[in-house]
Structures are given as structure tokens and as C-alpha cells.
């Protein structure tokens, strides 16, 4: 049975998923502009009202103000860091979450203690998202706290139920904020909603999830190419799909024999940036390097490079590359590998395409050199020399 405790997301929540960044805020000079946050909150005289940064490393209060009689504030963000930030108004553990860019003008209006259910804003299109979000999240909320109540059900029905509910919200915001308007910054905090202390995407254990998590991270790419938050998104859609085939390995240990040919190959069929489907037997009488690859690393740009040196000396000779991507946004694979001259396809099942465990792929990107029979020849960490291996082959 999955527990529900009551929604709080005063919790840490972003620090349990940021394995691999922390972001660096950074005065860079007095002079730069920065959002201003105003408003009234009203029956909360004398409380005092917090402006936190929701940080990777955790909320940090950077302002406070002793509300009076009509509850005005006003509040200054942080300069920009390349992107939006999140920040959060907080009375007592009441709570309102908003995203900020350089140049706003936010405006709330709310009462105490309704206020993290019951609040305008204005200037924020996406602080207007953001509070959907909430009480859509909220709603969720009470729905499972209904379900785990109702006495006429039993606990197996019960969780089924639950997991029923979880799921149609997941789609319904996959398909309405994330993949529709994916640079948002409201997208961005839909990725990190909770119930309790669960993340309810889970990059960890879900591939659809994980598809999620770099469809934003690609676009913060573009939109944002300086925010850490965008390459956070991308170290945690990378270790999910880590933790996703390893787990799949050890339930595939072994591999099945229909499945290698009569040239000692497992065959890899698959569709090219063109939609045809490519055959790795069809390569029979070509030295062939099999690239495993995700392109949404920072590492991608430099092995390409070397790969193009390395196709440019000995295509010519015999020597082709046949190269499969896991990246879980297929657009943006297919915008890098318009222009590259090898065959380039795509596993849409990423780390749960069986090639993981039938070719024993530890890590990405790899590869493997094959000779003109079809047969692997060696893997990279078996080869200290990648010119002198392809020319005792060609």
C-alpha cells in the first residue's frame, strides 16, 4: 500500500533528486535587475512573511517581512542565472510556489492560513501555471486520501485504485503542460511534484518519466543554454536510464538464441533518421564500428567529432559506422544526426531495449568493432588502438 501523508512542499523535495548538481547563485553586480515579488497577504498582522530560493541544494530564505494591518510586502529576487529560479512565499508552513525570471513584476494577493489554496497572481503566466499545477496536485491528493479511507475496499483493490489515479494525472499533465509548452517553467516544476515524499514522476524507475525529464532538459537547452537547472534535468534523465538497465540486465541474463545469427552477430534491425529500417547483417563484407551513443550528454559533441575523423580516413576503404541512439527525445536526436554520413538509428524502448543486455552494455556511450564476416572483433575497452585495430580489418 502506498502511503499518502498530507501534501507539504515545504519538504526538500528538489534536493532528493539533484544527484549531480547544485546550483550557483551568484551576485554579479549590484547594478543587475532583479524580479520584484509584492503583494498583500491579509490576516496574518505581525506574522512574518519568508521569500525562499527553491535551490538544488535545498529552500534558502533570502528575505523576510513583518506583515501589518493590511498584509503588504514587497521582496526582491536573485539576479538571474541563466534561467528561471523557483522561490516559494512562506508563512508557517502555508505555502505559495512561484517561478521568477530577471524582469518580472509578480504580484500575489492571498489571506492567512488559505493562502497556499486560495491566492491570485499576477505578471507570471507562468506563476498562473504553476498554481493549476498545485491544485491539481492537491485535488490528486485528497482523491487517494478518499480511496485509502473507503472501508469497502480491500487493500489490493485499494492500491490498484491508487495507482489508476496517479497514472491519468500523470498523462494529463504529460500531455497538457510538459510536452505541450516543454521550456515552461511551470513544466519544469511539474517534474518535481510530490505526494508525500514521492516524486510522483519517477526518473528512477519509469522510462516514460525518464522521457519526460529530457524532453525539458532539451528544451531548457535551447531556451536556457546557461541554466545548471538544465543540465541537472540531463544528469538525472542519464542516471535513470542507468539505473533502468541495470536493473533490466539482471533480469536478462541470458541471451537468447533465436536471436544470433548464423555470422556470430546479435542482428540490431532499427529506423534510420529517414524512417528505414536498418539491418546490422546487412553490413556483411564492411568493417563496421557500432556505436551505442546518447546525444544529450556534454560529452556527445567531442565523440562525434572523433568519429567524423576517424569515418573520413577509411569509409572509403570499407569502413562504415553504424551508430544507435537512446535518446529519449527523438526530435532532438534527429536534428544532430541530419547532417552526420553514417547510419544513425534509434531504440525508442531505450534501457528497455533487450540490446542492453544482448550486446552486456555497461555504460554510454560505447562501442564495438565488427569485421567483414559479421563477427564482433573486439569492444572499446579491449582496444588501445582504434586506427591500427580498423586497418588489421579492412
Known amino acids: 500500500m502506498i502511503i499518502i501523508s498530507h501534501f507539504d512542499m515545504n519538504k526538500k523535495t528538489l534536493t532528493r533528486v539533484a544527484w549531480a548538481a547544485a546550483i550557483a547563485l551568484t551576485l554579479t553586480s549590484c547594478g543587475q535587475k532583479r524580479a520584484q515579488i509584492t503583494g498583500n497577504i491579509t490576516e496574518a498582522k505581525d506574522s512574518v512573511l519568508y521569500l525562499d530560493n527553491m535551490s538544488l ?43 521568477v525570471d530577471s ?4 504580484t500575489v494577493r492571498a489571506k492567512y492560513p488559505t493562502m497556499a489554496t486560495d491566492y491570485e497572481v499576477e505578471g507570471s503566466q507562468n ?24 472501508i469497502n475496499l480491500n487493500p489490493t483493490a485499494a492500491q490498484d485504485s491508487i495507482i489508476k489515479c496517479i497514472e491519468a494525472y500523470k498523462q494529463d499533465v504529460k500531455m497538457n503542460y510538459i510536452y505541450k509548452e516543454p521550456m515552461k517553467a511551470s513544466s519544469y516544476f511539474a517534474l518535481f511534484q510530490t505526494l508525500g515524499n514521492m516524486l510522483i514522476f519517477n526518473p528512477r524507475e519509469n522510462a516514460e518519466d525518464i522521457k519526460a525529464f ?11 543554454p546557461e541554466a545548471v537547472r ?15 538497465r541495470i536493473a533490466r540486465q539482471q533480469d536478462e541474463m541470458v541471451v537468447d538464441a533465436s536471436k544470433v545469427n548464423v555470422t556470430n552477430i546479435i542482428d ?36 562525434i567529432m572523433k568519429l567524423r575523423e576517424i569515418y573520413n580516413k577509411y569509409h572509403a576503404q570499407g569502413l ?3 551508430q544507435v541512439s537512446f535518446d529519449p527525445d527523438m526530435h532532438f536526436w534527429k536534428q544532430q544526426t541530419e547532417a552526420l554520413p553514417w547510419i544513425c538509428v534509434h531504440d525508442n524502448r531505450l534501457t528497455e531495449s533487450p540490446i542492453f ?29 582504434l586506427d591500427a585495430e580498423i586497418r588489421s580489418l579492412l
Request: net charge neutral; charged share 25%; aromatic share 8%.
Open 230 to 244: 538544465g543540465q541537472n534535468l540531463h544528469n538525472i534523465a542519464i542516471e535513470g536510464m542507468k539505473d533502468l
Open 320 to 322: 562504415e559506422i553504424f
Open 214 to 224: 529530457a524532453a525539458v532538459a532539451t528544451s531548457w537547452d535551447t531556451y536556457y
Open 268 to 303: 540490431i534491425a532499427l529506423p534510420d533518421n529517414h524512417g528505414q529500417t536498418r539491418r546490422l547483417t546487412d553490413l556483411k563484407g564492411r568493417v563496421v564500428i557500432i556505436d551505442f551513443h546518447v546525444f544529450a550528454t556534454k560529452e556527445s559533441p567531442a565523440r
Open 103 to 106: 524582469t518580472e513584476t509578480i
Open 127 to 150: 506563476c498562473l501555471t504553476i498554481r493549476e499545477l498545485a491544485l491539481k496536485q492537491m485535488d490528486l491528493q485528497r482523491r487517494l486520501i478518499d480511496i485509502q479511507g473507503d
Open 357 to 385: 543486455s544482448q550486446y552486456n552494455l555497461q555504460g554510454l556511450p560505447t562501442f564495438f568493432l565488427m569485421d567483414r564476416e559479421n563477427v564482433l572483433h573486439k569492444r572499446d575497452a579491449q582496444i588501445k588502438d
Open 57 to 99: 541544494d535545498g529552500p534558502k530564505a533570502i528575505d523576510s517581512v513583518r506583515l501589518g494591518e493590511d498584509g503588504a510586502f514587497t521582496m526582491k529576487a536573485l539576479p538571474a542565472n541563466g534561467g528561471p529560479e523557483f522561490y516559494r512565499l512562506r508563512i508557517n508552513g502555508r505555502i505559495i510556489n512561484l517561478s
